[in-house]
């Protein structure tokens, strides 16, 4: 019953806040209400507050809540512009986020295996679990984080301090959620990472403002390190 409530008073107060950005910033260029919400949202996930009311193998599911909630204050409630969320692909969805892949990937490789949080491995993992892993982390990973960095805070920091210094910010709030991950100290080597690849989704997101863009990149980095370089 506890969890029931937190679920239930959550998306409405998440849909009052952005009601009350709406009638404040009708121009949309960013209110404080709206980076209150995805302060708490972001907090909320990157500390996993709510997994305790979920089987460790049905997580993903919070996430998933989560984000219905959002995209129901965003794109219902404050009506955000520009935020991309469309599960539709379109030509240049895979054109914005291969180019961006090929682009991060000659960077990336070579500085993960220098610092050491690269690890090359010949295994071929077959073609039923490359596609596995590709679909499950573009639709449980990719679109989740996509749809939080790049529609919202990237979008809106665009408006408040312009597109070169959005994608700075945003890519470095990207790299420091994954502060905590594979590690009990501060991994250095992943926010490093996950910063410059944060650089890259970004690029694919606001060449079209595409989510399904830069979830590609975002899908195919992440399948690439689990399957030959984790």
């Not at 209110?31 to 507050?49: K, M, Q, S, T, Y």
């Amino acid at each position: 019953m506890h969890w029931l409530l937190v679920y239930a008073l959550l998306p409405t107060l998440i849909a009052v806040v952005l009601w009350r950005a709406h009638e404040r910033d009708p121009e949309q260029i960013g209110h404080w209400l709206d980076f209150a919400v995805l302060l708490i949202l972001g907090l909320i996930v990157e500390f996993r507050r709510f997994d305790a009311a979920w089987p460790a193998h049905l997580s993903a599911f919070n996430r998933i809540i989560l984000l219905d909630a959002g995209l129901y204050g965003f794109v219902v409630i404050r009506r955000l512009s520009n935020v991309g969320f469309d599960l539709r692909p379109q030509l240049c969805d895979w054109k914005n986020g291969l180019r961006e892949l090929a682009f991060y990937a000659p960077i990336a490789v070579p500085l993960g295996l220098a610092i050491g949080f690269l690890h090359t491995h010949a295994e071929w993992p077959g073609v039923f679990r490359i596609s596995v892993s590709l679909v499950s982390i573009f639709f449980l990973v990719a679109i989740l984080e996509e749809t939080y960095f790049r529609g919202w805070w990237q979008n809106l920091l665009e408006r408040r301090i312009g597109p070169n210094p959005a994608l700075l910010v945003t890519s470095l709030l990207f790299g420091l959620s994954h502060f905590n991950k594979g590690a009990t100290a501060f991994n250095w080597r992943y926010v490093l990472l996950a910063t410059l690849a944060g650089i890259f989704y970004g690029r694919a997101w606001r060449s079209n403002h595409r989510i399904f863009a830069s979830a590609i990149t975002h899908a195919c980095v992440d399948a690439i390190w689990l399957l030959w370089l984790r």
